[in-house]
């Protein structure tokens, strides 16, 4: 079955820090560029960062910048985000997508973030 | 604030067409195709067009897109019950080096 499951979220600090993953299934993974997108409670949904074939270009939103890093393991079928330095505005939904602006685009379910104290 | 403008809602009733703008600048859907996710509540997104005006495989053809210079919309003809849901476009701005979607329309069935 093609499908996108991520893990990893819970409950963290302000300041703290959390590996959130994503596991492909179902497809050849290192053919797509990857994503990750958030929605915070309440709020509509937030591109995040994006990750190339290869891992060799990355982007992200400016309020992430410095605090956020994703990656990817082809080997591995799994891509990744390192999320550190959290704010209680990072509180989020986070979903892993496949081709966000493609035909082929797929998200997963989705795994919550909460930054509290 | 979003860099792309949504209207917050909009509604029709059943068979009734409904659309939604997006507007934004030379940076994003004046240089980028525009893409439009239909998101309902307890569920992942997914995308409904791409490329401006095309439709992935297995969306209805009563969904449509269009764009012009610096602004796009969706029109959903023929409203249905099941198409009550949020709906956010998206383009990549190359000013921001970003992927930036819109501030989201809950579309509302009377």
């Known amino acids: 079955e093609v499908q996108l499951v991520e893990s990893g979220g819970g409950l963290v600090q302000p300041g703290g820090s959390l590996r959130l993953s994503c596991a492909a299934s179902g497809f050849t993974f290192s053919n797509y560029w990857m994503s990750w997108v958030r929605q915070a409670p309440g709020k509509g949904l937030e591109w995040v960062a994006n990750?190339?074939?290869?891992?060799?270009?990355?982007y992200y939103v400016d309020s992430v910048k410095g605090r956020f890093t994703i990656s990817r393991d082809n080997a591995e079928n799994s891509v990744s985000l390192q999320v550190s330095s959290l704010r209680d505005e990072d509180t989020a939904v986070y979903y892993c997508?496949?081709?966000?602006?493609?035909?082929?685009?797929?998200w997963g379910q989705g795994t919550p973030l909460t930054v509290s104290s | 604030q979003s860099v792309l403008t949504q209207p917050p809602s909009a509604s029709g009733t059943p068979g009734q067409r409904v659309t939604i703008s997006c507007s934004g600048s030379t940076s994003n859907i004046g240089s980028n195709p525009v893409n439009w996710y239909q998101h309902l509540p307890g569920t992942a997104p997914k995308i409904i067009i791409y490329g401006n005006d095309q439709r992935p495989s297995g969306v209805p053809d009563r969904f449509s897109g269009s764009k012009s210079d610096t602004s796009a919309s969706l029109a959903i003809s023929g409203l249905q019950s099941e198409d009550e849901a949020d709906y956010y476009c998206?383009?990549?701005?190359?000013?921001?080096?970003?992927?930036?979607f819109g501030s989201g329309t809950n579309v509302i069935g009377l």
């Open positions: 998206a383009a990549w701005d190359n000013s921001l080096s970003a992927y930036v």
């Open positions: 997508v496949r081709s966000i602006g493609l035909s082929t685009s797929l």
């Open positions: 990750i190339d074939q290869d891992g060799s270009q990355k």
